[in-house]
């Protein structure tokens, strides 16, 4: 890392993030944000990167850009930053003519997607046009009019979990919402990223969560689940966990609509539980 330009992320395969970055973005939008003290920076980002913005321009008081860059940095803050917002790609840079860091990011589809399906952009290449059409399918299939939003929730739980195969060859499309979609087959990203676009689609607020799933032989793995917003308070959904897999024909209920501390038997979060909102009770105990 530069004394100049910071990295968020790395490119995943062999394109590098500088061209990625220099690929621009769907829409062309730049956000131009003021904070008076340091505290203020992580949240003021967040919010904007909510909106999907590919260029940002956090302004910083007189004479501390060098002292909240250099803050920045050597923080583990962009950790938080990417576990709570869709950017795929992102780099950070001093903009002294501007007395701004300006950060410049890329997004994944399931979140060009979320933004469109909320408004918050008009227009979006055709991968994300055929993930919106693929979602709609789907929802059509198994949502019925007159549900309560606990009721869709379970029936896209139950759709993905039932037409879903995990991919233990772990290939490229099953990272995505296109392996459940389009292939069937996903691993755990897939499923909560289509979990994410299906209830967005339905009005229902969701978010990805990342960390790790621990097992009772006490080995764990990277993990990535749900949490997801019904009736004013939110939940925890792994619709991977609860797929009838591994030889097992019942479909499962036990990280359905759950609290932190239920869920927390057997999953951890990999960044402090603060960026996430908490889940304080199961909607469905004992199901």
Same mark, same amino acid.
């Given at each position: 890392?530069?004394?100049?330009?910071?990295?968020?992320?790395?490119?995943?395969?062999?394109?590098?993030?500088?061209?990625?970055?220099?690929?621009?973005?769907?829409?062309?939008?730049?956000?131009?944000?003021?904070?008076?003290?340091?505290?203020?920076?992580?949240?003021? *980002? &967040?919010?904007?990167?909510? +909106?999907?913005?590919?260029?940002?321009?956090?302004?910083?008081?007189?004479?501390?850009?060098?002292?909240?860059?250099?803050?920045?940095?050597?923080?583990?803050?962009?950790?938080?930053?990417?576990? &709570?917002?869709?950017?795929?790609?992102?780099?950070?840079?001093?903009?002294?003519?501007?007395?701004?860091?300006?950060?410049?990011?890329?997004?994944?589809?399931?979140? &060009?997607?979320?933004?469109? *399906?909320? +408004?918050?952009?008009?227009?979006?290449?055709?991968?994300?046009?055929?993930?919106?059409?693929?979602?709609?399918?789907?929802?059509?299939? %198994?949502?019925?009019?007159?549900?309560?939003?606990?009721?869709?929730?379970?029936? *896209?739980?139950?759709?993905?979990?039932?037409?879903?195969?995990?991919?233990?060859?772990?290939?490229?499309?099953?990272?995505?919402?296109? +392996?459940?979609?389009?292939?069937?087959?996903?691993? %755990?990203?897939?499923?909560?990223?289509?979990?994410?676009?299906? %209830?967005? *689609?339905?009005?229902?607020? %969701?978010?990805?969560?990342?960390?790790?799933?621990?097992?009772?032989?006490?080995?764990?793995?990277?993990?990535?689940?749900?949490?997801?917003?019904?009736?004013?308070?939110?939940?925890?959904?792994?619709?991977?966990?609860?797929?009838?897999? +591994?030889?097992?024909?019942?479909?499962?209920?036990?990280?359905?609509?759950?609290?932190?501390?239920?869920?927390?038997?057997?999953?951890?979060?990999?960044?402090?539980?603060?960026?996430?909102?908490?889940?304080?009770?199961?909607?469905?105990?004992?199901?």
């Amino acid at each position: 890392m530069s004394a100049e330009t910071g990295l968020l992320t790395v490119s995943t395969g062999s394109q590098d993030v500088d061209s990625y970055i220099g690929a621009g973005p769907v829409y062309d939008t730049v956000t131009d944000v003021y904070i008076d003290s340091y505290a203020e920076l992580l949240p003021a *980002l &967040m919010q904007a990167m909510r +909106g999907h913005s590919p260029t940002v321009y956090v302004h910083v008081p007189d004479g501390s850009l060098r002292d909240y860059y250099d803050r920045f940095r050597d923080s583990e803050d962009y950790r938080g930053l990417c576990r &709570m917002t869709d950017m795929e790609h992102g780099t950070y840079r001093r903009d002294a003519e501007r007395g701004a860091i300006r950060f410049d990011f890329t997004y994944q589809d399931y979140g &060009m997607a979320k933004a469109f *399906l909320e +408004g918050k952009i008009e227009t979006a290449s055709q991968g994300v046009y055929d993930l919106v059409d693929a979602a709609r399918k789907i929802s059509a299939s %198994c949502v019925a009019p007159g549900m309560t939003d606990a009721e869709i929730v379970k029936a *896209l739980h139950d759709y993905i979990a039932n037409t879903t195969r995990y991919d233990k060859d772990h290939n490229a499309a099953s990272f995505s919402a296109n +392996g459940v979609f389009y292939n069937k087959s996903a691993v %755990c990203e897939g499923y909560s990223e289509a979990m994410c676009i299906l %209830c967005y *689609l339905n009005g229902i607020d %969701c978010r990805i969560v990342t960390g790790y799933g621990w097992h009772e032989d006490g080995t764990y793995e990277l993990h990535a689940w749900n949490k997801v917003k019904v009736g004013g308070a939110w939940y925890n959904v792994d619709a991977t966990w609860d797929d009838p897999a +591994g030889g097992r024909d019942i479909l499962r209920y036990d990280y359905f609509l759950v609290s932190d501390d239920t869920l927390g038997r057997d999953h951890t979060f990999d960044t402090d539980p603060v960026f996430w909102p908490a889940a304080y009770g199961d909607y469905y105990a004992g199901m």
